[in-house]
């Protein structure tokens, strides 16, 4: 599908004119908006046409990225002076460092006034959610690839994060 794809969509939504009263729901317009969606990988989207309006979303499963190969890091545990100091992005991955799978902002909480998802000590277990990632106003949960011991979080809360950044580290 191309751009003259989604544009024809959009006349599609117009319905020939008629009142938006009598407007019906083109269903092969969604249909096709949500093959675009999956050839894609977008998880929305939207097309306007005479002030007519479909969009179409999808929420994706929760994401779990895991790199390394490279020598154990040192753990370093948090204090209160560096949550101010912006944390460092690491070149080489330590085994058992999960890594961002996007970019975005990284919350460690699932809310500002709650308590983080996990903290250095703690003890998960696969699929337990380690923090979250949004990306284009999406909440991302990224999950533990693996059980383990939380040694270390590279990174602070409500921060930008890029793609392939370390985020934590389980042993």
């Given at each position: 599908?191309?751009?003259?794809?989604?544009k024809e969509l959009g006349a599609r939504l117009s319905n020939g004119g008629k009142s938006k009263a009598n407007m019906a729901i083109d269903s092969g317009a969604v249909r096709e908006l949500a093959e675009l969606l999956a050839e894609t990988g977008l998880t929305e989207i939207e097309v306007e046409h005479n002030g007519q309006r479909i969009r179409v979303s999808r929420q994706l499963s929760p994401i779990a990225h895991v790199e390394g190969h490279a020598p154990n890091a040192a753990p370093i545990a948090p204090n209160a002076a560096a949550a101010d100091a912006p944390a460092p992005k690491r070149e080489g991955h330590s085994a058992g460092t999960v890594t961002s799978p996007m970019v975005g902002t990284v919350y460690l909480a699932p809310e500002p006034s709650k308590p983080p998802f996990v903290k250095v000590g703690d003890v998960v277990k696969e699929g337990d959610t380690l923090l979250i990632v949004e990306?284009?106003?999406t909440m991302n949960p990224i999950l533990a690839p693996r059980g383990g011991t939380i040694s270390e979080i590279c990174i602070h809360d409500a921060q930008?994060?890029?793609f392939g950044q370390a985020l934590l580290i389980i042993n």
């Amino acid at each position: 599908m191309n751009i003259k794809d989604v544009k024809e969509l959009g006349a599609r939504l117009s319905n020939g004119g008629k009142s938006k009263a009598n407007m019906a729901i083109d269903s092969g317009a969604v249909r096709e908006l949500a093959e675009l969606l999956a050839e894609t990988g977008l998880t929305e989207i939207e097309v306007e046409h005479n002030g007519q309006r479909i969009r179409v979303s999808r929420q994706l499963s929760p994401i779990a990225h895991v790199e390394g190969h490279a020598p154990n890091a040192a753990p370093i545990a948090p204090n209160a002076a560096a949550a101010d100091a912006p944390a460092p992005k690491r070149e080489g991955h330590s085994a058992g460092t999960v890594t961002s799978p996007m970019v975005g902002t990284v919350y460690l909480a699932p809310e500002p006034s709650k308590p983080p998802f996990v903290k250095v000590g703690d003890v998960v277990k696969e699929g337990d959610t380690l923090l979250i990632v949004e990306a284009m106003k999406t909440m991302n949960p990224i999950l533990a690839p693996r059980g383990g011991t939380i040694s270390e979080i590279c990174i602070h809360d409500a921060q930008p994060i890029e793609f392939g950044q370390a985020l934590l580290i389980i042993n």
